[in-house]
């Protein structure tokens, strides 16, 4: 029984990818003629015109850059309040309520703000930008950041700066030396899931930007959609490339992934 459901768990969960794949070699036309899960003509068409007439490489380049730099800017920023929240108190244990009242700023829906956020960018000259998007979604990343990380660094024993401390380490070379190798694996599923979110953004990409030099995959993508027509195999192919960074990342960390998600599970 548990082989069948995990059978039936793997097909639900691949057969739509290997049918956009499939989809991303195929003509429009047999796209809309057939539902067959690979291609009968193999063609590579989807794939030149995405280079060629819809600027993939630039949206692809701006979503690796865009995402990469606010991730890290995010952990670096967020990781030092949790452990400053995780170690030193304030009154009235205002430090255990602080970090879920930073994450209320990711809670609330994106199109809530999204009109005060294109007239700060406006004023400040950060529309189509890469640092605007840069900016932007590191301030919503940091509140996740905080409320993961904060869990993590209550969990390593304070036994362990302490003796580095004793031994003439500054509190900010223990954090270095110490406690962020323990959180490592943290530090992954939290980046793996910050990734994710800010990498599959739409809304606030395409808000703040309008040019093929600062769009990101996600908008790119939807310029594949017309008043009169769907580009089916171009967008099955934006698909198959867009998941190949996001895929790549999530192996490379893979061996962190599990104990990471547990670290800071049990109190």
């Not at 630039?58 to 170690?87: D, E, F, K, M, P």
């Not at 900016?135 to 024993?157: G, K, Q, T």
């Not at 899931?193 to 996600?218: D, K, Q, R």
């Amino acid at each position: 029984m548990g082989s069948a459901t995990l059978v039936a768990v793997v097909v639900i969960v691949l057969v739509p990818i290997a049918f956009m794949v499939g989809t991303s070699f195929k003509s429009n036309a047999e796209t809309t003629q057939d539902l067959h899960l690979w291609p009968h003509a193999w063609t590579f068409a989807n794939y030149s015109r995405l280079f060629g007439e819809n600027f993939f490489g630039q949206y692809l380049r701006n979503s690796v850059v865009v995402c990469g730099a606010s991730v890290l800017l995010s952990l670096v920023a967020g990781s030092l309040a949790a452990y400053s929240l995780a170690r030193f108190k304030l009154m009235l244990g205002l430090e255990r309520r602080l970090g879920f009242a930073i994450l209320t700023v990711r809670i609330l829906p994106p199109v809530v703000i999204v009109v005060p956020l294109f007239l700060v960018a406006l004023k400040l000259h950060l529309l189509n930008s890469w640092l605007g998007l840069i900016l932007v979604y590191s301030a919503f990343n940091v509140s996740f950041v905080v409320w993961m990380m904060e869990s993590f660094f209550r969990e390593i024993p304070i036994d362990l700066e302490e003796a580095s401390m004793v031994d003439g380490s500054s509190r900010m070379v223990a954090f270095r030396r110490i406690v962020l190798p323990l959180a490592a694996p943290g530090l992954v599923a939290t980046a793996i899931f910050a990734v994710i979110v800010t990498y599959n953004e739409f809304l606030l990409a395409l808000v703040l930007t309008s040019t093929p030099g600062s769009e990101t995959v996600p908008v790119g993508a939807s310029t594949l959609i017309t008043r009169i027509d769907i580009d089916w195999g171009a967008m099955s192919a934006a698909g198959t490339l867009a998941a190949i960074p996001i895929v790549g990342f999530a192996l490379l960390v893979q061996r962190h992934l599990v104990r990471g998600l547990t670290l800071g599970a049990i109190k």
